[in-house]
Each structure stands twice: as C-alpha cells, then as structure tokens.
C-alpha cells in the first residue's frame, strides 16, 4: 500500500511537471480531440481509440438495452473525459481511478460540472476496489490496465460486475506481438526514467505493475473466467501505423499497438 501511495503522488507530480491538465477546461472538454500542444499527437491516436470504441462497443450496446441508458463502468478514468463523453451519449457512466489529485486525476473532473457537479459519478478507488454486483453493460480500461498488478485478479474483478451478455473492453494499453519486445521497453523506461525523472524516479518505477498485454499474457489470464478476447485493429494516423518499419529499419523492437480488444462475460 506503501509503495501504491508513493506512486500515486510521484506520478500526480510528473504529470504537473509535463504540462498536463495545464489548459483547464477547455482542454477538459476538448478530449480526445486535443489539437495542439506537446500532447496532441498522443491525443491523436486515443481519439481513433475512442471512435472505434464507439462505433464497435457503444452504438451497438446502447441500441441492445433501450430504452434505459447504457450502464458503463471507465476504469481507469483519469480526468474522467470518457465518461463524459459517455454522458453526452445518455449513458450512466461510473468514472473510476485511484487518482483524486487535480492535475489529470478524478479531482480534475469538476472542470466537466456546473453547482451540480459532472454528469457521471466518480468513485476513487483501485482495481482491487471495484464495486460488486452485476451492474454495468461494459466495463472498459481506459488506458490504465496495464498498471495492475496482478492480471488475473483486476480481469477478475471487473468481470464480475459485468452483466452476462454484457463486454468487457481494453483500450490505449500496450500490446506486444513478444513477450520480448514488451520486457526491452519496460527496461529502457526504467533505465530512462532514473536518468531523467529526477528525484521521483524510484517511485515511479517501483510499482510491481504488469506495464504491458501480449495476446498470451490475455488469453492465460482470461481462460478460467471463460472469456475469449477479440482483437479490433483501428485505423491509426499513418505516422502512427509506420513505426514497426521505422523501426526495422533502425534495427529496434517492434513498438506495441493499442487497438480496441473486447469480449463478452458469459
């Protein structure tokens, strides 16, 4: 819990010291289409994320419930813009993160409100803090399963709040076709991150998190709860689709892919 602590502050820190969250509301309601600023090509490829995520998962799944709203559990959720995003829709999102700080955390999330708060209910907490009961339609990592500890017990948990029919959905985390290349990149950020990071570095680095998916790591993970992952390759910017050549040209690892990955709870 120590440790979970110590990340948790280190990374609010780095964040601050990146520029992150520095552009207010307007950015808050910008997202995913920030257009400018040190983050937009990052932003560029989230928004192609977000988009097939809607049209694949969402639209399809609002149009199996009606008429009550789409019930949407965003783990992970950061500043909360997915869930808003999601409000906007009609849906009944549930923005959860172990983050409150104000920089990119859920305290970040009442720029989105007016007196009466955000459009969405935010709940601090942990993966390993889900709420119980079979209550969500979807329930979609927000670019934030790769910081579990343990893949078992966090797919665990969010499938059992998941209704049977309903889908569980990974989004903006890293996937790696090699179990190698993913190791080579944990190595060089944690090498980078001490050379770099200044003082913060070691707490940022020493959470024992999973850090990256490879379909193996997935499938292995997934196989007692009886879950099948599907992959949905998105169309990503062109300078975004070209870094496996620039990197073989280069002599480097193969870079990860996000892609939308989705299954259904029996």
Request: glycine share 8%.
């Amino acid at each position: 819990m120590a440790t979970s602590a110590r990340f948790r502050a280190a990374y609010a820190e780095h964040r601050r010291a990146e520029g992150r969250g520095s552009g207010g509301a307007a950015e808050l309601l910008a997202l995913p289409y920030l257009r400018s600023g040190p983050f937009a090509r990052q932003w560029a490829v989230r928004a192609r994320s977000y988009e097939a995520f809607i049209r694949l998962v969402v639209s399809p799944a609002i149009a199996r419930v009606a008429p009550r709203p789409l019930a949407v559990l965003d783990l992970g959720a950061g500043n909360g813009w997915l869930s808003y995003r999601l409000s906007r829709l009609g849906c009944r999102a549930v923005a959860l993160d172990w983050r409150s700080d104000a920089v990119d955390g859920l305290g970040a999330a009442r720029g989105y409100g007016s007196e009466s708060g955000a459009p969405f209910t935010s709940v601090v907490a942990s993966f390993d803090a889900i709420p119980t009961g079979r209550r969500f339609d979807v329930a979609v990592f927000n670019a934030a399963i790769h910081y579990a500890v343990s893949l078992d017990q966090v797919i665990a948990a969010a499938t059992r709040v998941v209704v049977s029919g309903g889908q569980l959905v990974i989004l903006d985390s890293p996937f790696y076709e090699r179990d190698a290349d993913g190791a080579r990149m944990v190595e060089a950020k944690h090498a980078r991150a001490l050379r770099e990071w200044g003082p913060d570095a070691p707490d940022l680095v020493n959470l024992p998190a999973i850090e990256y998916l490879t379909r193996e790591r997935l499938d292995r993970a997934s196989r007692r709860l009886g879950l099948s992952w599907r992959r949905h390759r998105v169309r990503y910017p062109l300078w975004y689709r070209l870094r496996p050549l620039v990197a073989a040209l280069k002599r480097e690892r193969r870079p990860s892919r996000f892609d939308l990955w989705e299954t259904q709870v029996p």
